[in-house]
C-alpha cells in the first residue's frame, strides 16, 4: 500500500508539473507559475530521500525556462516583466526544495537518534533483567549449599562401612558441590554482562542534566509541559559512564510524565535542580503531578513493582542500581510542597587520586 | 553478657539457613528482615556479631552499617553479598566489617569468621572495661592531686615539683603517696600505664 501510494505521490508530482506548464503555454497571461511549482515541490517532500525533491525541482526550472520562450519572444515590449517573473519563479522553487529538503533530514536525524535511544534502554533491560533473576537465583543457593552442609556437619562419623550416613554423604556432597556450581555460572553470566558495559569518563553534573533533558524535549512537547532548570555554578564533576547516568534522568523524567498522563494534571511542570551536597552532588527531578502515595513508597525502588499498566517495574529499580554501582544514592524526598514527588540522587564527587 | 548472632537478611531463605548455623554452633540466634527492625528491637551495646546482607529492599546493608558506626556501636560485622563490587568491600572494610563473604559461602570459612568476630567482641569489650575502670579511678582523684600527677607524669622530680607549686617538699611526698594509694599504683610507671589506658594524656587531666 505504502508503495502506491508513493508511486501515485511522485505520478501526480510530475503531471501537476506538466499541467502547469501547459497553463502556462497556452493562456498568453503570463502567470507567475513561482506559486503552483512550489505546491509540487511540497508533494515531493514526503519522501525522506532528498533525490527526487531535487530532480523535480530540474524539472519545474526547466519548464519554467521553456516557457519563457514558447510564451513570448525577445523582442516583446512584455519581455521584460516576464523574465522578472520567471526569475521570481526559479527563486521560490530553490528555496521550498532546500528549506524542504533541510526540515527532512533534520527529522531523519532525530528519528535515528531517538532509535539509538530506545535500542540502549532495551539492551540495559535485558542486561538488568539477568542481573536480577542471577542475583534472586544466588539467594536459594547460597541456602541449599550452606544447609547441605550442616547436614554432612552433624551426620555422625559412623565407621562402619555401607552405614546409612557414609552412604548419605556422597550425596549431600554432591548437593554442595552442585549449588557452588550453579552459583559461579551466574557469576560468570554476571561478570559477562558488566564487562559489555561501564565506561567510565569524567561527567560534568549540569552537563548531564542538559542532555537529558535535550532527549527529553521532544516527547515533553506534545503534552505540554514545561521543563525548568536550576542548576548550581561550580558544581564538582562525578566520575561514570554517561549514557547510564542519562538513562537515570530520562527514566525520572518519563515517570514525571507519566505521573502527568494519569493523573490528567492541568498544572504540567517539571524542575531539574543541581547542587552540591556533603556526599557530593545532588540531582533532584520535581513533578507538579499527584505525588507517590505512601503505601507505594516502600516498594517504589523493587525490581518488578510498578503501578503502570503497561509497566515492568524495571525502571527505577535499574536506576537504582546504576546509581549505587557509581557510588551514589537514590531517593523519593519526603513531600515538603502540596503535591507533587521529587526524586535525588547523590552522587559522590570525582576523588583527586584513588590509589 | 551472652553473645548472640544477629542476623539482617531480607530472603528467608538465607535467613534461616544462617539460623540453622547459629543453632549448630550453640549461639543464640535473632534474625530481622530489614536494617530498621534491627535498629529498632537491638540495643546498640549488644554483644555478639551481625550477619549483615548487603542488598535489602528499603535501606541498604551499608547504610546499615554506616549508622551503627555512627552511633558509635562497635558490633563486628560480618558483611554477605550476592555480588559485592570492591568499592562496595572497600567501604564496608573501612567501617570496620570483619569481612565481605560473597553468597553462597561455605559453613567453615562461616563459622570461621563468625568465631573470630566473637573473639573481635570480647577484646574490644575488655579493653572498654579496663578504660571505664582506669577512668573511673582517675576520676578520684583531686584537682590538687592531679596538678602533682601531670608534673609527675612530665618526668619532674619531688623538689622540682614543690618549687614549682611554691610548697614544701614535705607537702608534695604527702600528696604524691596519696594520690598513689588512690590510683592503686606502686610505681610512676603504674599510673602512667593508668592513664594510657584511659586513653588519656597528662594534659586532659586538668581539663577534667
Known amino acids: ?355 | 553478657m551472652s553473645e548472640t548472632i544477629f542476623i539482617v537478611d531480607d530472603d528467608p531463605a538465607v535467613s534461616h539457613a544462617l539460623e540453622c548455623v547459629g543453632e549448630f554452633m550453640n549461639v543464640p540466634v535473632r534474625s530481622f528482615a530489614s536494617a530498621d527492625d534491627f535498629l529498632m528491637s537491638v540495643p546498640l551495646e549488644a554483644t555478639g556479631c551481625l550477619i549483615l546482607d548487603l542488598m535489602l529492599e528499603g535501606r541498604s546493608g551499608l547504610d546499615l552499617l554506616r549508622e551503627l558506626r555512627q552511633r558509635t556501636s562497635t558490633l563486628p560485622v560480618i558483611v554477605v553479598s550476592g555480588h559485592a563490587t570492591v568499592s562496595i568491600a572497600v567501604e564496608a572494610m573501612q567501617l570496620n566489617a570483619i569481612t565481605v563473604l560473597e553468597k553462597p559461602f561455605r559453613l567453615n570459612d562461616l563459622m570461621q569468621k563468625i568465631e573470630f568476630a566473637f573473639r573481635v567482641d570480647q577484646s574490644e569489650r575488655e579493653v572498654r572495661q579496663e578504660r571505664e575502670a582506669a577512668r573511673s579511678r582517675i576520676g578520684q582523684l583531686t584537682t590538687r592531686e592531679r596538678e602533682v600527677l601531670v608534673l609527675v607524669a612530665k618526668g619532674f622530680s619531688n623538689k622540682q615539683i614543690a618549687a614549682h607549686l611554691g610548697l614544701s617538699l614535705r607537702a608534695i611526698e604527702d600528696r604524691r603517696a596519696r594520690l598513689m594509694r588512690r590510683l592503686d599504683s606502686k610505681s610512676v610507671a603504674d599510673a602512667l600505664m593508668l592513664l594510657q589506658r584511659a586513653n588519656m594524656q597528662p594534659s586532659d587531666l586538668v581539663s577534667c
Open chain 1, 1 to 355: 500500500m505504502a508503495i502506491t501510494w508513493n508511486r501515485d505521490r511522485r505520478l501526480l508530482a510530475v503531471a501537476l508539473a506538466l499541467g502547469i506548464f501547459l497553463v502556462d503555454v497556452v493562456t498568453p497571461l503570463g502567470v507567475a507559475s513561482a506559486v503552483p511549482y512550489a505546491t509540487v515541490i511540497l508533494l515531493t517532500l514526503s519522501r525522506p530521500q532528498p533525490r527526487f525533491t531535487v530532480a523535480m525541482a530540474a524539472l519545474c526550472y526547466v519548464l519554467t525556462i521553456l516557457d519563457l520562450f514558447v510564451s513570448v519572444g525577445p523582442g516583446s515590449t512584455e519581455y521584460w516583466k516576464v523574465l522578472v517573473n520567471r526569475g521570481l519563479a526559479l527563486f521560490a522553487i530553490t528555496v521550498t526544495s532546500t528549506l524542504g529538503i533541510q526540515r527532512n533530514r533534520a527529522a531523519e536525524e532525530s528519528r535515528k537518534h531517538l532509535e539509538v535511544l530506545a535500542r540502549t534502554q532495551r539492551a540495559q533491560t535485558v542486561e538488568h533483567l539477568a542481573m536480577a533473576i542471577a542475583h534472586e537465583l544466588n539467594q536459594p543457593l547460597a541456602a541449599c549449599s550452606l544447609q547441605a552442609e550442616l547436614a554432612l556437619a552433624l551426620m555422625p562419623a559412623s565407621m562402619e562401612t555401607g552405614g546409612t550416613s557414609q552412604r548419605l554423604r556422597p550425596l549431600l556432597e554432591n548437593v554442595v558441590e552442585q549449588s557452588q556450581r550453579a552459583s559461579s555460572i551466574l557469576r560468570s553470566l554476571r561478570e559477562l554482562v558488566q564487562n559489555g558495559r561501564g565506561e567510565r569518563s569524567t561527567v560534568a553534573p549540569n552537563e548531564l542534566v542538559k542532555s537529558a533533558l535535550r532527549w527529553f524535549e521532544p516527547s515533553a512537547r506534545p503534552h505540554r509541559i514545561r521543563l525548568e532548570l536550576e542548576l548550581a555554578q561550580q558544581l564538582p564533576s562525578v566520575v561514570g559512564d554517561r549514557v547510564q547516568l542519562e538513562q537515570v534522568l530520562l527514566n525520572l523524567l518519563q515517570n514525571a510524565c507519566d505521573a502527568f498522563l494519569s493523573s490528567n494534571a492541568v498544572e504540567r511542570t517539571i524542575t531539574l535542580r543541581t547542587a552540591v551536597s556533603m556526599g557530593g552532588v545532588r540531582i533532584s527531578v520535581s513533578d507538579s503531578g499527584p505525588g507517590v502515595s505512601p503505601e507505594i513508597e516502600d516498594k517504589l525502588f523493587d525490581r518488578f513493582y510498578t503501578t503502570k499498566p503497561d509497566g515492568m517495574g524495571i525502571g527505577l529499580a535499574m536506576s537504582r542500581s546504576i546509581v549505587e554501582a557509581h557510588g551514589g544514592r537514590i531517593w523519593l524526598e519526603h513531600a515538603t510542597a502540596p503535591s507533587g514527588a521529587t526524586f535525588t540522587i547523590e552522587l559522590p564527587p570525582e576523588a583527586p587520586e584513588l590509589s
